[in-house]
């Protein structure tokens, strides 16, 4: 099992550039989550999803929209960047709301 | 809103030593807690994740504990070897939504001397 990927690893935008952050589990998870973490900082919800078809805000989903068309995919969609989403983009999937949270090597995302 | 506070921020002991992270929150009515532990420049591991009517979870080394009415959660690490430096976060799940929207803690970096 590859468990959590996302792609790509690293990436600049320009403001105003848009990008599709990806994420696919192979564990047949029913959750998935979005979370960023700045520097020194804890990680902050965006978006979670309990299933294809739902999703739902996070703490912070301004910003951010997600598209739940399968239950291996949960991409994160950035309409028009701005230097506040410097950040680093987490995406994680879990059985169970009350299960742990596989997490993925996170992308890395600078706006300049 | 629930805030979760963890100290130190960083913390650097010899190899051998057994040591104690502190976790806490401030709203008690949670569905779970968990551990995590990240690498620098990777994603997280999940370590050990307490339900609400648990008291502690252990698993080899590391055990952890939790109080939910005092709003804290440690995790003791015994023996500590070079190879637990990583900075160790905790998260705690919320009942209302059974605990899938997690709120982080900042972090605690350890650094294991050898």
């Known amino acids: 099992n590859a468990g959590v990927t996302q792609t790509p690893k690293f990436r600049i935008l320009k403001i105003g550039q848009s990008m599709t952050l990806q994420c696919a589990q192979d564990m047949n998870h029913n959750y998935m989550y979005w979370y960023r973490q700045d520097p020194g900082m804890g990680l902050k919800l965006i978006y979670y999803s309990v299933g294809a078809g739902i999703t739902d805000k996070g703490e912070v989903p301004n910003g951010y929209n997600v598209s739940r068309s399968t239950t291996e995919d949960f991409p994160l969609r950035l309409e028009l960047a701005a230097p506040s989403q410097t950040s680093v983009y987490f995406c994680?999937?879990?059985?169970?709301?009350?299960?742990?949270?596989?997490f993925g090597p996170g992308t890395r995302l600078t706006v300049l | 809103k629930q805030e979760v506070t963890q100290i130190p921020a960083a913390l650097s002991v010899p190899e051998g030593e057994n040591l104690v992270l502190n976790c806490s929150f401030t709203?008690?009515?949670?569905?779970?807690l968990q551990w995590f532990r990240q690498d620098p420049g990777k994603g997280l591991t999940s370590l050990l994740l307490i339900q609400s009517s648990q008291r502690e979870q252990t698993s080899g080394r590391l055990n952890a504990s939790l109080d939910k009415s005092s709003g804290r959660s440690t995790l003791y690490i015994a023996a500590s070897q070079p190879g637990d430096s990583a900075t160790y976060l905790c998260?705690?799940?919320?009942?209302?939504?059974?605990?899938?929207?997690?709120?982080f803690g900042e972090g605690t970096q350890l650094t294991v001397n050898p």
């Open positions: 994680a999937s879990s059985q169970k709301d009350s299960h742990p949270q596989f």
């Open positions: 709203d008690s009515a949670i569905y779970n």
């Open positions: 998260a705690v799940g919320p009942q209302e939504t059974s605990g899938s929207r997690l709120t």
